[in-house]
């Protein structure tokens, strides 16, 4: 009943940008947790940052001050804008949400996973 939809990646020089969106739809009450992961060819999904209900980031080492973690409740989506790309950020980037469906205090927190959009990074 929800999706979560990644979208924004490509095909990037090193030293660009792209600004991926995570669109969740369906049965939301609230999102609380979200969080970006990427995963690399024959490598494990790493994460790369994450952001609270409050707006409270994390990030992983490797994109600290490069990248920037956001949300916007009212169109339930998210965000990652991702400067000063380099070669070894290519990866799959997969949106996580950890979401409320319904006001109801019954109504358990469930986790999402996104399909992921493709980010290379190449000259």
């Known amino acids: 009943q929800v999706q979560l939809v990644e979208s924004g990646g490509g095909l990037v020089q090193p030293g660009g940008s792209l600004r991926l969106s995570c669109a969740a739809s369906?049965?939301?009450?609230?999102?609380?947790?979200l969080a970006w992961y990427r995963q690399a060819a024959g490598k494990p999904r790493e994460l790369v940052a994450t952001?609270?209900?409050?707006?409270?980031?994390n990030y992983g080492d490797s994109v600290k001050g490069r990248f920037t973690i956001s949300r916007d409740n009212a169109k339930n989506t998210g965000y990652l804008q991702m400067n000063s790309l380099k070669p070894e950020d290519t990866a799959a980037y997969i949106c996580?949400?950890?979401?409320?469906?319904?006001?109801?205090?019954?109504?358990?927190?469930?986790?999402?996973w996104g399909q992921g959009t493709q980010v290379t990074v190449s000259s």
């Open positions: 952001i609270t209900t409050g707006g409270s980031t």
């Open positions: 996580n949400a950890v979401i409320r469906a319904s006001s109801s205090s019954t109504s358990p927190l469930l986790t999402y």
């Open positions: 369906g049965s939301i009450f609230s999102i609380y947790h």
